[in-house]
């Protein structure tokens, strides 16, 4: 069964920096395309980053890019959320899911079938 755990969160002064991890079981990381999403109170989850299972396409959503940094370790089947230069707007709960489609760097969360219980960021100003 594939499960997917998520670890790192906590809290943290505006301007700092969190390294999230997302530990598979019952999957291998680097034939999906895993994606890390985020869900604020009263928000939709947004997508945040994906990385496909070449590791070559790594798309940003426009709110992180240049501040968050995907990555991947297939020895350790782990997939890994660099997050600097936080901002209080980045609170949020934040999931790793992974996506049906291996080649394809999907932002969307409905084509994502797994997804870890999720861990809490939270950025205080």
């Known amino acids: 069964q594939a499960q997917l755990d998520e670890s790192g969160g906590g809290l943290v002064q505006v301007g700092g920096s969190l390294k999230l991890s997302c530990a598979a079981s019952g999957l291998t990381v680097r034939r999906y395309t895993i994606g890390w999403f985020r869900q604020a109170p009263g928000r939709e989850r947004e997508f945040v980053a994906a990385i496909t299972t070449s590791g070559g396409d790594t798309p940003y959503a426009s709110s992180v890019r240049g501040r968050f940094s995907i990555s991947r370790d297939n020895a350790k089947n782990t997939v890994y959320l660099q997050m600097s230069s936080l901002r209080p707007e980045d609170t949020a709960v934040y999931y790793c899911?992974?996506?049906?489609?291996?080649?394809?760097?999907?932002?969307?969360?409905?084509?994502?079938?797994?997804w870890g219980q999720g861990t809490q960021v939270t950025v205080s100003s």
């Open positions: 899911g992974a996506c049906r489609y291996s080649y394809y760097p999907s932002t969307k969360k409905d084509d994502y079938d797994y």
